[in-house]
């Protein structure tokens, strides 16, 4: 993701694709643990670029994509995947008909006050429907950690915490869930060769493109420059490149199911 401020006022869907691959293969794996679904619709909340979409599209589903990026809708209109995309704040979206499904990859951890939003998000499914949510926990992994450290002795006092995203604990998520209906609960840490392509280290590179975001969005394009170098230095000595310049990359997710009692 470019740092300029042109640029950063939206998603970038080429940056974002770059790492296609890694950032795909969680969205699947929410899908293959989803339980029984009853009739219904299917909504792609945070939908994005439509990565998802053409598997979303295989559960037979009438699919509703929904997103704040014009420019990732444009990206999820172009799978063919959806039979209807709308732009809006996934956080105040409401439902016209309770769906089957509301399934969520990669999104709600941009979002404040997930007991609200969760419990909100639960009682829109229909009957026996099911809320399924993929998101980062990697805040407290050097990856993540060091935009923040670095911002903060660079440009002190410039970077408001409570705008990164971010996710609650596990056992948080199983007190404000488990009461609702079936859960199922996980984390898992992908393993990810990134390449060296391109300037820069390889986890900036991965990283730049979502959770720095709203980082260098504070700063001017040098400022963002100085900040990029500094992680570059910082990160290679708790991610060392191979021989071929490539860097093994562990990236926490966590994922849960819930299945609203009927």
Known sequence: MSATPQTMTDWDPGTYDRFRGPRLRPALDLMRALPELPEGAVVDLGCGNGAAGPALKMLGRHLIGI???????????????????????????????????????????????????????????????????????????????????????????????????????????HRLLAPLGELSLWETDYYHQLPAE?????????????????????????EGKRLTAAYDRAIASAYPAGDDGSVLFAMRRLFFTLRRAG
């Open 67 to 173: 997103d704040s990026s014009a420019a990732m809708l444009d990206g999820a209109a172009k799978t063919g995947s959806y039979d209807a995309l709308s732009r809006d704040d996934i956080g105040q979206w409401q439902p016209e008909t309770p769906p089957a499904l509301i399934y969520s990859n990669a999104a709600l951890h941009w979002l404040p006050d997930h007991a609200g939003l969760l419990l909100r998000l639960a009682a829109m499914t229909a009957p026996g429907g099911v809320l399924a949510v993929q998101m980062p926990h990697q805040n407290n992994a050097p990856s993540h950690r060091l935009w923040v450290q670095l911002c903060d002795e660079l440009f002190p006092r410039r970077l408001d915490h409570d705008s990164l995203p971010s996710a609650l604990d596990p056992a948080a998520y």
């Open 198 to 222: 391109g300037s820069g280290h390889p986890v900036r590179r991965f990283t730049e493109g979502a959770f720095a975001r709203p980082i260098l969005n504070l700063l001017d394009p040098d």
